[in-house]
């Protein structure tokens, strides 16, 4: 033994646990899932330094993420679209990781990044995952990672947050369908009398502005997936520093209905229905103010709409 040093006696160092704040849709704690929840949740304060936060509003939500990253190792939305929409907004640009436990109803960003649906599962995701860097797209002011969209694809999201919100059996319904409300919600708008149209022109960076074209919907894609699952035939990549705008022209109902079919099956969208551009920024105007959906949110109103690619705006755990 050398002397002067008591090897016998060494203290061992203590165990540094990862920050983390979990920023949870209180809605989600009365669910289904209410036990495994309850298990992930503990799984985290078991691993972590836990500080758990049950926001009562969206604002709230954005607010509590922005304060969080300068206190926290990992900020985690645990939620749907609409949480971790809230909460990237409060993260960007921030360089503080977010991790995802996707307990609502579409999740389509944390299926970007394969994220295990089971509560306790994408805890452990959190905890031992890595973080990587991604693209986030700006929209008059605000962020947002899945897809933006206009015309028939928002007028379903609208439908999809009444819905889901709604008090009684028709609230219950809505919740217990799940994904499939996305779905429920477009064949909806399809089958109206008269497909809903949007006036729109469309130009891609520098570009001459396009002429105005009627449309039936409009998608903004930071990343292929929307409405719970349904997957647009892009080729759009999470960190590419880009994304692709799709537009459906105004076509006949049953040519319509034809693509909406393909698109929930997976299937090859026939030829003429959707147009694919690809860009770093666009600009969208209309005649009059449209709603702009993303992320399973309404994000803005407005007849003009400027569009960012913002690379490596953000940083996921997966």
Same mark, same amino acid.
Request: hydrophobic share 45%; charged share 15%.
């Given at each position: 033994m050398i002397a002067g040093h008591d090897t016998g006696s060494r203290v061992p160092e203590p165990v540094v646990r990862k920050r983390i704040a979990l920023l949870i849709n209180p809605a989600a704690r009365q669910g289904r899932e209410h036990a495994r929840i309850e298990h992930a949740i503990a799984e985290l304060d078991r691993r972590s330094a836990l500080t758990v936060f049950s926001p009562e509003s969206d604002d709230a939500t954005e607010r509590i993420a922005r304060a969080s990253a300068g206190t926290d190792d990992?900020?985690?939305?645990? #939620? #749907? %679209? #609409?949480?971790?929409?809230?909460?990237?907004?409060?993260?960007? +640009?921030?360089?503080?990781?977010?991790?995802?436990?996707?307990? #609502?109803? *579409?999740?389509?960003?944390? +299926?970007?990044? %394969?994220?295990?649906? %089971?509560?306790?599962?994408?805890?452990?995701?959190?905890? %031992?995952?890595?973080?990587?860097?991604?693209?986030?797209?700006?929209?008059?002011?605000?962020?947002? *990672?899945?897809?933006?969209?206009?015309g028939i694809g928002a007028d379903s999201a609208v439908a999809v947050s009444r819905w889901m919100s709604a008090a009684g059996a028709r609230g219950a319904v809505a919740r217990r369908l799940g994904e499939w409300t996305y779905r429920i919600a477009a064949l909806r708008q399809l089958l109206r009398r008269h497909a809903a149209t949007v006036s729109l022109a469309v130009s891609m960076g520098g570009e001459v502005p396009a002429p105005v074209r009627e449309l039936h919907a409009a998608f903004v894609a930071n990343t292929a997936l929307l409405g719970g699952g349904l997957r647009l035939p892009v080729g759009i990549l999470l960190d590419d520093g880009a994304f692709e705008v799709c537009v459906v022209p105004r076509i006949a109902r049953l040519r319509l209905l034809w693509a909406f079919l393909c698109l929930s099956q997976g299937w090859r969208i026939p030829d003429g229905v959707l147009s694919v551009v690809r860009g770093?920024?666009?600009?969208?105007?209309s005649d009059e103010p449209v709603m702009f959906c993303a992320d399973g949110e309404t994000v803005c109103t407005d007849r003009r709409f400027t569009l960012t690619a913002h690379r490596h705006a953000l940083r996921v755990i997966c």
């Open positions: 990992i900020v985690v939305a645990a #939620g #749907g %679209d #609409g949480t971790a929409h809230r909460v990237l907004n409060g993260l960007v +640009r921030t360089g503080t990781p977010m991790g995802l436990l996707p307990i #609502g109803t *579409g999740n389509d960003f944390a +299926r970007a990044f %394969d994220i295990p649906r %089971d509560p306790v599962a994408a805890a452990a995701r959190v905890l %031992d995952g890595s973080p990587v860097p991604v693209d986030l797209v700006e929209v008059n002011g605000r962020f947002f *990672g899945t897809v933006g969209v206009l770093e920024t666009a600009h969208i105007t």
